[in-house]
């Protein structure tokens, strides 16, 4: 076995990118929000070890997880910094959340109960934040309610559980003007208001990356960036991140063919002169969406060309005509950037008809994931 992870095909990580873009949305919010980056889906499929050792010298409150066993995970690996998990949680996992000191977000009663149960069994005490839902609609208790359900809470609250935080979460803080943002906002306001306690008693947060930026002003005590963090940019007319990722892979047969060749399933592609083709060891196995057959590029030697014919699960074919000296063992670079030239993460999605996030967390675990400081690897 090859013992170099740059043999077939990789994720580059560049880490200190992943900790100036926190730092750029702290310089945005304010020093006193307190920073709970997201690390869920394994720091969106870049390797939520690395990402913390990158993001504690930051000094941030918390991390953002979305399950328990990612919380699990932060606990393993040492992170002994308060830890959200954001989903609803399945009822099988309050045991873990209870027994790992995660702090879950509860959207219903019955929820507030199974964690008391959870706490109760356990014997310690646990704290949790509540969610309100301001339009969202996948969890959440309702922004209406507050006055009511909030008397519920604190009743089944107290003893062992604490309830130390409230938030909301903004569908539409990527598209342009922010309008939602500041209807949403206005909605959890009315809902804290309504709650009854003195807001001071709570934590309060919003933010994803994406209102962070464009409305840094809603901020308040708290935002909870990931996308950006991570390269990715966070919507419309919003600042560029650093670029974090790049995605490449190895030449492992180069060959010249003549009119009228053909390339992978489906013979989509028939090459139109005589051509060379390069044949690239990455593939949808490997998280390269299929969907850029016949549509997307890559780089090689810092120039652009095109994918030819489908994308099979290990391996991509590029037209790599009128770039001299490419042979096997070559790299290709099909997210991120190569001498001048650059593929950029969002064009990749856009042509997959998809978003940034769902390209890096579909990058599978056959990439190795290589960090790199400022130097090199
Ligand atoms: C994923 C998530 C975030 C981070 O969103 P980005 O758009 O990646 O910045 C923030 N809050 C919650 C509740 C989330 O689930």
Redesign the pocket.
Known sequence: MSTDPRSRAWVEVRAPAIRRNLQTVRDRVGGDAAL?P?V??NA?GLGVERAVEVLEPVGPWGY?V?TAEEGRKLREIGVSRPVLV??PLPPGEYGIVVRERLIP?LSELGAVQRLRQAAEEVGVSVSFHV?VDTGMGR?GFDWRGASSWAERVRELSGGQLAWTGL?T?FHS??EMGGATVVGQWERFQEAVRNVGAPAADFML?A??????LRLPEVAAGGV???????G?V??QDLPDPEPVVSVRARVVLVKDVEVGATVGYGATHRAAGARRWATVAIGYGDGLPRALGNRGTALVRGQEVPIVGRISMDMTVVDITGVEGVETGEVVTFIGTDGGAAIRLERVAELASTIN?EILTGLTPRLPRIWSDDHGY
């Not at 933010?207 to 962070?212: D, E, I, Q, R, V």
């Not at 909870?224 to 991570?230: E, H, M, Q």
């Open positions: 709970i997201m869920k889906a969106y953002g979305a954001f989903s977000c969610e969890a938030f979460h803080a990527d947060h933010c994803n990356s994406a209102a962070a909870r960036p990931g996308i950006f963090l991570y990715g966070a919507g996030y």
